[in-house]
Antibody, heavy 113, light 107 residues
Framework: QIQLVQSGPELKKPGESVKISCKAS????????MNWVKQAPGNGLKWMGW????????TYADDFKQRFVFSLETSASTAYLQINNLNIEDTATYFC??????WGQGASVTVSS | DIQMTQAPSSLPASLGDRVTITCRAS??????LRWFQQKPGKSPRLMIY???NLAAGVPSRFSGSRSGSDYSLTISSLESEDMADYYC?????????FGSGTKLEIK
């Protein structure tokens, strides 16, 4: 069955970077775009953007154009989200989702000094 | 950007009740509407796609409907396992936008 398995929780300081992984299995990786969704504590879901798994071209929502990078390692069926220059407002759970249908379990990022 | 106005934000209900959650789209989204269920500490689960289609494994007490720009998720007879947060999502155009969510809780 389709599975997306994300990396574990991260505790970072402001100004640091973090890279979250999302490994897909149970389907052909390039069949579905990979989307990323942010959920801050106690808040709703916010779409961050997506990466075309065939071409590697990322598309970012306006709020995520500056410090966020989507990338792929297609040979490993893995997508990555990197967040640079972390700030407190980046504290959240980040979900990867294949085509917005299958979802990873979420990766928690806590930013604290 | 397309705004999805979801109501109510909180819905106290009793087991066995029929409940309905609604999202109104600010622009035409056709049937590019999904509904998700999210339980605490878990990832969202797809319930309805294409506005009216039940996702695999979803109980038949769930249904989706459309009336113009209003999209509804209905649970015909509430069960305890249905207590969760529910979100709509439009995928007609970028940026994709979610509704603000509905917390379904026991009255």
């Amino acid at each position: 069955q389709i599975q997306l398995v994300q990396s574990g929780p991260e505790l970072k300081k402001p100004g640091e970077s973090v890279k979250i992984s999302c490994k897909a299995s149970g389907y052909t990786f390039t069949d579905y775009a990979m989307n990323w969704v942010k959920q801050a504590p106690g808040n709703g879901l916010k779409w961050m953007g997506w990466i075309n798994t065939q071409t590697g071209k990322p598309t970012y929502a306006d709020d995520f154009k500056q410090r966020f990078v989507f990338s792929l390692e297609t040979s490993a069926s893995t997508a990555y989200l990197q967040i640079n220059n972390l700030n407190i407002e980046d504290t959240a759970t980040y979900f990867c989702t294949g085509g917005m249908d299958a979802w990873g379990q979420g990766a928690s990022v806590t930013v604290s000094s | 950007d397309i705004q999805m106005t979801q109501a109510p934000s909180s819905l106290p209900a009793s087991l066995g009740d029929r409940v309905t959650i609604t999202c109104r789209a600010s622009q035409d989204i056709g049937n590019y509407l999904r509904w998700f269920q999210q339980k605490p500490g878990k990832s969202p689960r797809l319930m309805i796609y294409g506005a009216t289609n039940l996702a695999a494994g979803v109980p038949s007490r769930f249904s989706g409907s459309r009336s113009g720009s209003d999209y509804s998720l209905t649970i015909s007879s509430l069960e305890s396992e249905d207590m969760a947060d529910y979100y709509c999502l439009q995928s007609k155009e970028s940026p994709l936008t979610f509704g603000s969510g509905t917390k379904l809780e026991i009255k």
